[in-house]
């Protein structure tokens, strides 16, 4: 079987709706990690003080076949028609243990 991560860097108030939107798709969970990044607009300053603005990197690891459906749900559910709401990108997987679980799950659906 042949794997992907799927990891999406969003804004903190749409993480619930993308892992749910995975999930409908047959994603079994995510690792949810969070973080802070600059981007185009560099962090903004109030009264001397840097205000940095919090980021999730949510992290799915998924069989090939999945991957164009959570993809879409993730684009769809994360808005990321809009400027500045995150970035989602697939990157392969060499070797993969400890998901046999999830595996036996979607195999009895």
């Known amino acids: ?7 999406a860097t969003l ?3 749409v993480t619930d ?9 047959g994603i079994s969970g995510a690792t949810i ?3 802070r990044g600059t981007g185009v607009r560099e962090a903004k300053t109030f009264l001397g003080l840097v ?3 919090q980021t999730d990197i949510v992290i ?7 991957v164009e459906p959570v993809m879409a749900a993730i684009h769809t559910a994360g808005r990321l028609d809009e ?5 989602v990108f697939v990157v392969p997987v060499e070797q993969v243990a400890g998901i046999k679980e999830a595996i036996v799950r979607r195999e009895r659906n």
């Open 17 to 25: 709706a993308v892992v749910d939107a995975a999930k409908e798709c």
């Open 51 to 53: 205000l940095e603005m």
């Open 1 to 7: 079987m042949s794997y992907k991560a799927i990891i």
């Open 11 to 13: 804004k903190p108030d």
């Open 33 to 35: 990690v969070p973080g």
């Open 60 to 66: 799915f690891l998924t069989e090939d076949d999945l």
């Open 83 to 87: 400027h500045g709401t995150g970035v």
